[in-house]
């Protein structure tokens, strides 16, 4: 007790006299200087004791405690450590060290020296409230502001990502790189992803989807999922662009499938699945304006497809199948194309048998009459050329004959000598053996009166077989009737006159047998 008291005495000697105190030392280098029993190898006792405490004072230091030093037991409420007042603040501030450091500088187990250090932690962070559900666990109950705001900045070339998520799991379960869910009831919008651009270089992609690698699974760009059972609209993907000149894309999908790829690839692919009274549509497109698709389709391979439909299509107004640009639907089927050596339509009923049929043609009109058309013939200057009309029972085949129409007008003659010249012929088709039939040989007929005949004998039968229009016969058959009239008549009126001499001839006879018998 003595030596204590010695030392004390000393200590507050030297403290008056020089101001700096030296423990194991008698140069001190500062107010307070302890040195090691061995530097090289000091003992387990070299050291300070900072009081220790389980429990923070339960009143709280003043300005004149500010900087106060305790070392936190761990046995309490406060983590084991070290901890210095901040008065500023009026809390008790930690000194994190290695031991029970909470993040730890990457690929290491020691605390981040500075703020550059790249840094890491094992267990999950919350930030906004006071407990971590997740590895990072964010919690914004403010009126306004971002939960997670990512600002990228720089002019370099390289690629930048706001959030990027890599999911290499092997694993059979759901696996989401975002997933957003909305419990709130309020009115306002929400978006689950908000991408906005308000620069005009590069490309920009609101949402940008790779897939790589072997997987036989299905892959999904884009998938939305919508169970809400209210009648308010609902969009799976809604696109708006306004505001610009250049062309733009609602959605733009581009495919590049292996020349090896056998399996099916969409653009865009809408799979509608609800039983409910509403309608309800895959892919919905409205456009607004002239000269604006709602959907729009292009494929210049010969075989490709811009549009193609598997089942019933539905179309409220006219549709245009044509070349022209814009081209405007004058009817509710408008078919228009420049095409040379073939046809523009084709309707192929692909059954085979004695029941099917190609085209139907059908008017609202319970007894059409002449001034209703089933089919009308036009040319390029949308003047008609012939009809297929009503007779109110039936129909009759209307061709052009207007006189007006008509010049270098000749009656006909010589009917009956080219008629004479004409053959008919009973004979079988050889598709339709023991069916006969009876008619003209093209091939015979052309020469006698080729205004009924088409096609050359030189042509493909199978493409471009002869033709007759039995028809056009019609007038060369009334000239030859007219013509066997006329001979009639003649023939009539000579056979008039032997009646009437032979009337005579038998009235002299009379008188001649008369005379005799007296």
């Known amino acids: 007790m003595g030596n204590y008291k010695i030392v004390l005495f000393t200590f507050f000697i030297t403290s008056l006299s020089m101001a700096q105190v030296g423990i194991g030392t008698t140069t001190p280098n500062a107010s307070l200087d302890i040195i090691a029993s061995n530097q090289a190898t000091p003992a387990n006792t070299d050291g300070i004791l900072i009081p220790r405490v389980d429990e923070f004072s339960a009143v709280n230091p003043g300005a004149s405690q500010d900087g106060i030093l305790v070392y936190a037991t761990g046995i309490g409420t406060p983590i084991k450590g070290f901890y210095y007042w901040d008065n500023a ?21 020691v605390a981040a020296a500075n703020v550059n250090d790249n840094i890491y932690r094992m267990g999950n962070i ?20 971002n939960g997670v ?9 390289g690629g930048k990502y706001g959030i990027y998520n890599d999911i290499s799991t092997v694993g059979t379960g759901s696996q989401f790189a975002v997933y957003n869910d909305f419990t709130g009831v309020n009115t306002s919008p929400k978006y689950g992803v908000y991408n906005k651009f308000s620069d005009t270089q590069g490309f920009k992609y609101g949402s940008y989807s790779t897939f790589s690698g072997t997987s036989t699974g299905t892959f999904y760009g884009s998938y939305t999922n919508m169970t809400n059972t209210s009648s308010s609209t609902k969009y799976g993907t809604y696109n708006r662009l306004s505001g610009f000149t250049g062309g733009g894309y609602g959605s733009y999908n581009y495919l590049l ?15 509608v699945s609800s039983s409910g009274t509403g309608i309800h549509t895959g892919v919905y497109g409205n456009a607004y304006g002239d000269g604006n698709r709602a959907i729009y389709g292009e494929n210049t391979h010969a075989n490709g497809h811009a549009g193609y439909f598997n089942g019933i299509g539905y ?22 194309d420049i095409v040379f050596g073939d046809y523009v339509a084709q309707v192929y009923n692909r059954g085979n048998s004695t029941s099917v ?53 000749k009656e006909v003659k010589n009917a009956l000598g080219i008629i004479n010249k004409i053959h008919p012929k009973n004979y079988e088709y050889k598709e339709l053996r023991g069916k006969i039939e009876m008619g003209f040989l093209a091939q015979e007929l052309q020469p006698v009166y080729p205004q009924a005949v088409s096609g050359s004998p030189d042509s493909d039968v199978t493409k471009e077989p002869m033709m007759v229009d039995y028809s056009r016969l019609t007038p060369l058959l ?24 032979l009337s005579k001839y038998e009235q ?9 018998q007296k």
Do not use: C
Request: charged share 20%; net charge negative; proline share 3%.
């Open 89 to 109: 603040n009026t809390t008790w501030s930690p000194f994190l060290g290695n031991v029970n450091s909470d993040f730890y500088q990457e690929g290491a187990s």
């Open 126 to 145: 919350a930030i906004g409230k006071n407990t971590a559900t997740a590895l990072l666990d964010i919690e914004n109950s403010a009126d306004s502001g």
């Open 149 to 157: 705001l990512v600002s990228t900045t720089g002019t370099g070339s």
């Open 257 to 271: 499938p292996s020349a090896l790829s056998t399996g099916a690839v969409y653009g865009v692919y809408g799979y």
């Open 315 to 336: 179309f409220s107004r006219d549709l245009g199948v044509g070349i022209s640009s814009p081209y405007i639907p004058a009817y509710r089927l408008d078919v228009e």
């Open 357 to 409: 049929h190609g085209i139907k043609v059908k008017l609202g009109y319970a007894a059409p009459t002449s001034t209703n058309y089933y089919i009308g013939f036009f040319d390029g200057a949308d003047t008609v050329n012939g009809r297929i009309q009503g007779t109110g029972v039936g129909v009759s085949y209307q061709t052009l004959s207007d006189q007006r129409l008509k010049t270098n007008i």
């Open 478 to 501: 009334t000239a030859g009737i007219k013509e066997l009239n006329e001979k009639v008549e003649v023939l009539t009126e000579e056979n008039k006159m032997l009646k009437e001499q």
């Open 508 to 516: 002299l006879e009379k008188r001649l047998q008369t005379l005799e």
